[in-house]
């Protein structure tokens, strides 16, 4: 980001990195600063700390197949009666 008189540093970082493969989106790579949860009771509050701070990707997939197949669990939202 370029700040007229403070040049080039770097004064924001990406939290979220995530790098999508067009020809296979099955084979996207992804990962955050934190975890995949903002419930600190959760077992993934902090699981990718380790991965952003090496530089290091999860698996992302796109495809309906692929995220069915490695899905931990699913949540259904429906609307409030």
Do not use: C
């Not at 924001?12 to 084979?27: M, Q």
């Not at 990962?31 to 380790?50: E, I, R």
């Amino acid at each position: 980001m370029f700040e007229p008189g403070a040049g080039y540093g770097a004064v924001v970082i990406p939290s979220w990195r995530h790098i999508i493969d067009l020809a296979d989106v099955d084979a996207s790579i992804g990962t955050n600063t934190v975890g995949q949860s903002g419930n600190p009771a959760s077992p993934h509050y902090k699981d990718h700390v380790g991965l952003w701070s090496t530089g290091r990707y999860h698996p992302l997939p796109l495809g309906r197949g692929k995220v069915d197949e490695i899905a931990e669990s699913r949540a259904t939202l429906a609307p409030a009666d």
